[in-house]
C-alpha cells in the first residue's frame, strides 16, 4: 500500500518561529512537492523536487524554502512564520511522467 | 499563466447524476485529472484523460474533454452521500523535464442531499 506520510496532522506555532514540516514516502518516487490549500483557491505549488538535493520554486515560493537531503524525504521551512502562512499543508509524491501524484493527509498550521 | 477553473459549491439528491465542470486555459495541456478530497484526508487521484480522447468511463464516472473549449466534465452516476467531497480538476501541460507539474483548479464541494 503506497504511502506518503507527514509528521504532524496540526500545528500551531506563533508568530516569527521557524517551522519545519516533514513529509516521508516509501514509493522511491522521483518528485515530491509541496502545497498549501486555502478555501476558494484551490491548491497552489509552493516547491518541487525531482531528486536528491533538486529543487525548483513552484507559483507561491516567498516566505518559504525546502530541504531534500534523502529520496524518501522532503522539508518545506518557514523560516520567521506569519499569520498569512496560517493553511492546510499537503506535501505529494509521484514518479516522473503523467501518473498519478500521491497525497499525505495534510498538515493544518495555525500562526498566531 | 496558467489558470484552470471550477464552480465552488454543487448540491444533488441521493441517486441522481452529477456533473462537476471545469475550464482550462493552457492549450498545451497533455493530461487532466480529476482528484477526491474527503473531509480530513489527502487528495486521492479518481481518473484521468488523455488530451487526445473525448471520453473516458471507468463505472459510474464519466469524464467529457472538449479541447477546443477547453472544458472538462466529470459526471458521476447514482451520486451516493459517500461521494460528498471536494473534487478538483487538475492540468498537466507540456513542461518539459522530468516532473510533472500539476495546475489545480479551486474545487468543487458536492454535498449529496439523502
Known amino acids: 500500500d503506497v504511502k506518503v506520510t507527514q509528521s504532524s496532522r496540526y500545528l500551531v506555532k506563533r508568530t516569527g518561529e521557524k517551522v519545519f514540516l516533514e513529509c516521508v514516502q516509501d514509493m522511491d518516487h522521483e518528485n515530491m512537492f509541496w502545497y498549501r490549500q486555502d478555501p476558494g483557491l484551490g491548491l497552489r505549488l509552493i516547491y518541487f523536487?525531482?531528486?536528491?538535493?533538486?529543487?525548483e520554486k513552484g507559483d507561491i515560493p516567498e516566505g518559504y524554502s525546502v530541504s531534500r537531503e534523502k529520496k524518501e524525504r522532503f522539508s518545506l521551512i518557514l523560516e520567521s512564520a506569519s499569520t498569512n502562512q496560517t493553511s492546510m499543508y499537503l506535501c505529494?509524491?509521484?514518479?516522473?511522467?503523467?501518473?498519478?501524484?500521491?497525497f499525505g493527509p495534510g498538515t493544518r498550521l495555525t500562526v498566531t | 499563466g496558467e489558470d484552470v477553473e471550477q464552480s465552488l459549491f454543487l448540491s444533488v439528491r441521493e441517486g441522481d447524476s452529477s456533473v462537476i465542470n471545469c475550464t482550462y486555459t493552457d492549450s498545451s495541456s497533455t493530461y487532466l485529472y480529476w482528484y477526491k478530497q474527503e473531509p480530513g484526508a489527502g487528495l486521492q487521484l479518481l481518473t484521468y484523460i488523455f488530451s487526445n480522447m473525448d471520453m473516458k468511463q471507468d463505472q459510474r464516472l464519466t469524464v467529457l474533454l472538449n479541447k477546443k473549449d477547453k472544458h472538462l466534465s466529470l459526471r458521476i452516476a447514482d451520486t451516493q452521500t459517500g461521494d460528498s467531497a471536494i473534487y478538483f480538476c487538475?492540468?498537466?501541460?507540456?513542461?518539459?523535464?522530468?516532473?510533472?507539474?500539476?495546475?489545480f483548479g479551486t474545487g468543487t464541494l458536492l454535498a449529496v442531499q439523502p
Open positions: 487538475a492540468e498537466r501541460g507540456n513542461y518539459g523535464g522530468a516532473t510533472n507539474k500539476l495546475i
Open positions: 523536487s525531482y531528486d536528491v538535493k533538486m529543487k
Open positions: 505529494a509524491s509521484s514518479q516522473p511522467g503523467p501518473g498519478e501524484q500521491y
